[in-house]
Structures are given as structure tokens and as C-alpha cells.
């Protein structure tokens, strides 16, 4: 009874996770590509894509950790 529904919410979770990581991985390749285009980048810049990666490696980490996937087995 209780099992299923920890399921349901393991895979929401899951779902919710790996859109995040979408967002993260879209969102730092626009700050690497700005970067590369700009002249003098500036330190704010540098800085948000430092941020942005060291989120996106987290939760990467986290998504390999619970083994989520986009393809269900």
C-alpha cells in the first residue's frame, strides 16, 4: 500500500530532477558561449557561470546518486 506511493514520488522526483538539469546544462552552455564571444568577459559573468556549473555538477551528482534516468527500464 505505502510502497507504491513511495514509488510514485521517487519517480516524480526523479522527473523533477532531471528538468532541473535540463535548465542548468541549457543555461550554462548560453553563459559559455557568451563568455567565448565577449571580448573582456566580466567578472560577474565569469562568476555566474561558476555558480551555474558548480549547481549543475550537483546536481548531476545527485541524479547519478538516485540512479534517474530519461529512459524508464
Known amino acids: 500500500m505505502f510502497f507504491k506511493r513511495k514509488g510514485k ?3 516524480q522526483q526523479n522527473r523533477l530532477l532531471l528538468s532541473q538539469l535540463e535548465m542548468l546544462k541549457g543555461k550554462l552552455d548560453e ?3 557568451l563568455i567565448n ?3 573582456d568577459p566580466s567578472e560577474e559573468v565569469l562568476n555566474r557561470a561558476k555558480i551555474t ?3 549543475y ?3 548531476l551528482r545527485e541524479a547519478r546518486a538516485s540512479h534517474a ?3 524508464k527500464q
Do not use: A, D, F, P
Open 9 to 11: 514520488v521517487r519517480e
Open 37 to 39: 564571444r565577449s571580448i
Open 69 to 71: 534516468s530519461k529512459n
Open 53 to 55: 556549473e558548480g549547481l
Open 31 to 33: 553563459q559559455k558561449q
Open 57 to 59: 555538477s550537483l546536481l
